[in-house]
């Protein structure tokens, strides 16, 4: 009958634990446009961020360097385990809902305090015990912890998603740059040939006697700056594959390259609404970091308020291990309560803190939002123009080529001077160049939109589903 009273508080507790203090969470208003064109949102649009979008390129080789980067990157196996370690803590943390129980036994010889002049008394002394300790969750404390560390480890693992979408991000644009730079090379060796011939000529027509000495050192001259371009970009190509090796989690080696460069994907449907923005990983791991701040308010707001403990032991004391449990048996059972009563306003320190931290994670939210609608804004801006940017350079590479031929034309025929020819040349090859790496730009368009809608973020769930259990 003595237990009925702490049996009714104990029953008390678990109904008033349904109750936890500090706010519920409710994510912040924010004015966000319905989405990033006027026109109507497609199918096609909807289903963007949903593809494994580095296969739109169609290219072996690029999906076999990001494959490789997603299973041995160093990026990619880091964040795997911290999102282990935040796991572990989520576990620890539903750990406080249940009851702590603990043991100790010990044993011991000693002599007895006898009458003086009474023979001694030596003594074995064997102890067995179990305790146990229960915080009642009346005010929600351990609630909103489990919410904190819960709302911790869900940001880890967008953490994780954010890593991957970055390392295929990065993979792909190192990828481009480098073929980019594959095909710099191929314009420095032309041009180099083309600036050999129009050295050819000119050393022939001087030793002829139809040109002059100064015509034919500055051809040379002009051959030796472009051939310098060649060994220059080698040099980059070379520091391209190695970092694309490090991604890679691996050792520097060549990268062979024998396909042609892919084609570009299909345009961006029109329609794009912003809730594709919700798919990225760093808007979902900050919203889940305000949750997380949240609940911490709670926990800060459960401290003005008391816990209360069940307590607990069994055990046995004997001087003979074999009678340890059939002798001297002992237990206990008790309940505490404990409240603060001065703290020198400590506690309400710590509440401001977890409200003022609440705050900054708030506005953290808003600026990752905000920062993602200038990101696609961006993206979407650059994979627009940079098409007719490509068409005007191709306009300009073509009248060049255009202009040395006329140049080569007129000057055999006598109807102008070797500065036509090396002026046409000499303009040919930055333009070039700049076809080339305006070319580059729009693939790395398409890679930076993507990641701009955290692209391929149902990849890694459609393996999943596909895997065999």
């Known amino acids: 009958m003595r237990s009925r009273p702490l049996i009714l508080v104990a029953f008390s507790a678990l109904l008033l634990s349904s109750c936890a203090v500090g706010p519920n969470y409710h994510r912040p208003t924010l004015t966000t446009p319905d989405q990033f064109y006027v026109e109507k949102a497609t199918s096609e649009a909807q289903s963007l961020a949903d593809l494994p979008w580095w296969q739109l390129f169609d290219d072996p080789l690029l999906n076999d360097l990001i494959k490789q980067a997603l299973q041995n990157g160093f990026d990619a196996r880091t964040a795997a385990w911290r999102v282990e370690e935040a796991r572990a803590r989520y576990g620890i943390a539903q750990s406080a809902y249940f009851p702590q129980v603990d043991y100790a036994g010990g044993g011991s010889r000693q002599r007895a305090a006898v009458i003086p002049g009474a023979p001694s008394q030596v003594l074995n002394v064997v102890t067995a015990n179990v305790a146990f300790a229960w915080e009642l969750d009346l005010w929600g404390r351990i609630r909103r912890l489990n919410e904190s560390a819960k709302a911790q480890f869900l940001a880890t693992d967008e953490a994780r998603r954010g890593v991957l979408l970055s390392l295929v991000s990065d993979v792909a644009t190192a990828y481009f740059q480098l073929r980019e730079l594959d ?69 520097p080696q060549p990268i062979p390259r024998t396909s042609p460069l892919p084609a570009l994907p299909p345009a961006t449907p029109p329609g794009l609404p912003s809730q594709l923005l919700e798919r990225r990983p760093d808007v979902r791991q900050a919203e889940q970091l305000l949750i997380s701040a949240n609940a911490s308010v709670g926990v800060a707001k459960a401290d003005f308020f008391p816990t209360l403990s069940l307590t607990g032991s069994y055990g046995g004391v004997s001087n003979d291990l074999s009678s340890l449990l059939t002798a001297g048996k002992t237990w206990s059972i008790g309940a505490g309560l404990m409240g603060p009563l001065f703290h020198g306003g400590a506690i309400l320190r710590s509440y401001q803190v977890s409200k003022a931290q609440w705050e900054e994670s708030k506005i953290q939210y808003e600026e990752t939002v905000t920062t993602a609608f200038g990101d696609v804004s961006t993206a979407l801006t650059d994979r627009l123009k940079l098409v007719e940017t490509v068409k005007q350079k191709a306009v300009s590479v073509d009248a060049y080529r255009e202009a040395v031929r006329f140049a080569n034309v007129r000057y055999l025929a006598g109807k102008s001077s070797y500065y036509e020819v090396l002026e046409a040349q000499l303009d040919l090859f930055p333009a070039e160049n700049a076809l080339a790496q305006s070319q580059r730009d729009q693939f790395l368009a398409v890679v930076n939109l993507y990641r701009a809608l955290g692209g391929g973020w149902m990849v890694e769930a459609a393996k999943a589903s596909s895997a065999p259990p």
Not at 203 to 216: I, K, M, P
């Open 183 to 251: 095909n710099e090379l191929l314009i420095a060796q032309n041009n180099r040939d083309a600036f050999q011939s129009t050295y050819d000529l000119f050393n022939r027509r001087l030793e002829e006697g139809a040109a002059s000495g100064l015509e034919t050192s500055r051809a040379q001259g002009a051959l030796g700056s472009v051939a310098a371009a060649i060994p220059e970009t080698e040099r980059a190509i070379l520091a391209k594959e190695n970092q694309i090796n490090f991604l890679l989690g691996r050792n």
